[in-house]
Protein backbone atom coordinates (compact mmCIF):
# COMPACT_ATOMS: atom_id res chain seq x y z
CA UNK A 1 0.00 0.00 0.00
CA UNK A 2 1.39 3.12 -0.45
CA UNK A 3 0.23 7.03 -0.09
CA UNK A 4 1.26 10.01 -1.63
CA UNK A 5 0.32 13.52 -1.01
CA UNK A 6 -0.37 16.15 -3.28
CA UNK A 7 -1.49 19.80 -3.19
CA UNK A 8 0.79 21.63 -0.62
CA UNK A 9 2.02 25.47 -1.37
CA UNK A 10 2.38 28.56 -0.07
CA UNK A 11 -0.90 30.89 0.82
CA UNK A 12 -2.14 33.55 2.24
CA UNK A 13 -3.69 33.55 5.50
CA UNK A 14 -7.57 33.43 4.18
CA UNK A 15 -6.68 30.99 1.62
CA UNK A 16 -8.13 28.07 0.55
CA UNK A 17 -5.96 24.90 -0.59
CA UNK A 18 -6.83 21.28 -1.46
CA UNK A 19 -4.67 18.66 -0.34
CA UNK A 20 -4.96 14.93 -2.05
CA UNK A 21 -3.83 11.76 -0.98
CA UNK A 22 -3.83 9.13 -3.52
CA UNK A 23 -3.69 4.97 -2.70
CA UNK A 24 -2.42 2.86 -4.79
CA UNK A 25 -1.60 -1.02 -4.36
CA UNK A 26 -4.70 -1.42 -2.35
CA UNK A 27 -8.48 -0.96 -2.52
CA UNK A 28 -9.41 2.27 -1.03
CA UNK A 29 -12.63 1.19 -0.33
CA UNK A 30 -11.38 -1.02 2.12
CA UNK A 31 -8.77 1.82 4.21
CA UNK A 32 -10.02 4.36 6.86
CA UNK A 33 -7.98 7.18 6.12
CA UNK A 34 -6.57 10.45 8.53
CA UNK A 35 -4.58 13.62 7.81
CA UNK A 36 -2.45 14.72 10.27
CA UNK A 37 -0.40 17.67 10.61
CA UNK A 38 3.78 18.34 12.04
CA UNK A 39 5.16 21.00 12.76
CA UNK A 40 9.12 21.26 13.80
CA UNK A 41 9.57 20.20 17.26
CA UNK A 42 5.61 19.26 17.82
CA UNK A 43 4.23 16.07 17.97
CA UNK A 44 2.30 14.94 15.13
CA UNK A 45 -1.92 16.15 15.85
CA UNK A 46 -4.78 14.74 14.07
CA UNK A 47 -6.16 16.50 11.76
CA UNK A 48 -9.42 14.88 10.22
CA UNK A 49 -10.57 11.22 9.68
CA UNK A 50 -12.63 9.54 7.56
CA UNK A 51 -14.08 5.72 7.52
CA UNK A 52 -13.90 3.51 5.12
CA UNK A 53 -18.28 4.15 4.31
CA UNK A 54 -17.31 8.12 4.33
CA UNK A 55 -20.06 8.31 6.71
CA UNK A 56 -18.33 8.69 10.08
CA UNK A 57 -15.67 11.54 10.11
CA UNK A 58 -13.53 13.74 12.77
CA UNK A 59 -12.03 16.87 12.85
CA UNK A 60 -10.41 18.67 15.46
CA UNK A 61 -11.64 21.70 16.79
CA UNK A 62 -9.78 24.41 15.49
CA UNK A 63 -10.34 22.67 12.02
CA UNK A 64 -14.31 22.12 12.46
CA UNK A 65 -15.69 24.16 10.13
CA UNK A 66 -12.73 25.41 7.95
CA UNK A 67 -11.72 21.80 6.39
CA UNK A 68 -13.93 19.18 4.97
CA UNK A 69 -12.45 15.41 4.04
CA UNK A 70 -13.94 13.53 1.42
CA UNK A 71 -12.66 10.15 -0.51
CA UNK A 72 -13.74 9.34 -4.30
CA UNK A 73 -12.61 5.35 -3.94
CA UNK A 74 -13.07 5.23 -7.91
CA UNK A 75 -10.11 7.59 -8.10
CA UNK A 76 -8.48 6.06 -4.99
CA UNK A 77 -7.87 9.77 -3.57
CA UNK A 78 -9.12 11.27 -0.25
CA UNK A 79 -9.30 15.04 -0.52
CA UNK A 80 -8.94 17.51 2.37
CA UNK A 81 -10.34 20.75 1.61
CA UNK A 82 -8.97 23.55 3.57
CA UNK A 83 -10.94 27.19 3.81
CA UNK A 84 -10.08 30.14 5.48
CA UNK A 85 -6.63 29.17 5.83
CA UNK A 86 -4.41 30.13 9.24
CA UNK A 87 -0.87 31.06 10.55
CA UNK A 88 -1.19 28.17 12.76
CA UNK A 89 -2.26 25.67 10.04
CA UNK A 90 1.08 25.76 8.92
CA UNK A 91 2.72 21.91 9.01
CA UNK A 92 3.56 18.69 7.05
CA UNK A 93 0.78 17.39 6.41
CA UNK A 94 0.42 13.68 6.36
CA UNK A 95 -2.77 11.32 5.13
CA UNK A 96 -2.24 7.67 6.24
CA UNK A 97 -4.63 4.58 6.31
CA UNK A 98 -5.24 1.21 7.70
CA UNK A 99 -7.37 -1.82 6.70
CA UNK A 100 -7.78 -3.40 9.89
CA UNK A 101 -10.51 -3.88 12.06
CA UNK A 102 -10.61 -1.36 15.25
CA UNK A 103 -12.77 -1.24 18.20
CA UNK A 104 -13.16 2.20 17.84
CA UNK A 105 -15.02 4.13 14.85
CA UNK A 106 -12.04 6.66 14.23
CA UNK A 107 -8.67 5.20 14.61
CA UNK A 108 -5.89 6.79 17.02
CA UNK A 109 -2.83 8.18 15.16
CA UNK A 110 -0.94 4.65 16.54
CA UNK A 111 -3.38 2.52 14.19
CA UNK A 112 -3.05 3.60 10.79
CA UNK A 113 -0.19 1.09 9.04
CA UNK A 114 0.37 3.26 6.08
CA UNK A 115 2.12 6.62 5.79
CA UNK A 116 2.61 8.89 3.20
CA UNK A 117 5.79 11.22 2.89
CA UNK A 118 4.11 14.46 3.66
CA UNK A 119 3.48 17.69 1.63
CA UNK A 120 4.27 21.48 3.22
CA UNK A 121 1.55 23.50 3.49
CA UNK A 122 2.38 27.31 4.26
CA UNK A 123 0.44 29.96 5.51
CA UNK A 124 2.45 33.16 5.51
CA UNK A 125 1.66 37.11 4.35
Known amino acids: VQLAESGGGLVQPGDSLTLSCAVS????????IGWFRQVPGKERERVSA????????YYRPSVKGRFTISRDNAKRTVYLQMRSLKYEDTAVYYC???????????????????WGLGTQVTVSS
Open 25 to 32: GFPLDYLH
Open 50 to 57: INTGGDII
Open 96 to 114: AGVDRPLPHAIPQQSDYDY
